[in-house]
């Protein structure tokens, strides 16, 4: 047996560069337009996006996100008289990979995404969209002055006095 044999082996290691996810809203208000702020976890911040005209979606700038594979929340404080009426997110760990999911919380006005939806290089876009609910006019009731009133009671005084002076003839 030949053991004088010496083997050399070279090991390389590359370091592959993590394209962490990206998250995008968009806002769309129907029936009025205003200013709406979001806010979020994972790097995220705050974002104010000003809607421009009814039912026209207006994109907020790219963020990248802290961390991929880590729950995120994103929630929304819309002006006075916006009820939210829809979330939809695309994008990401959400187009494919197992599990990943969006999950809409309209009571709080938030979306959160799961670990899996934000995964390495997701690029998620999130719309949330809003309806204004016009303010009902109040209906004006009908009332009469305070001088009316006692106008009003004066005649149903002579009346009466009227009525009861005819019943004892």
Known sequence: ADTDHTITCTITNTFASVTLPTMRVTKVSNGGVGLFNFTGGNGFGSQNIRTANSGEGVAGTVRTLTAAHLNTIIAE???AGFTLETINCTGGGLGG???ATATTNIGTR???LNAAA???GAAIACTFTNTFNVPVAATAIPT???WAMIVLAALMAITGFVAMRRKER
């Open 77 to 79: 404080s819309p002006p």
């Open 97 to 99: 990979e197992s599990g």
């Open 110 to 112: 938030s979306v959160t």
């Open 118 to 120: 934000t995964a390495v």
């Open 144 to 146: 009469l002055s305070e």
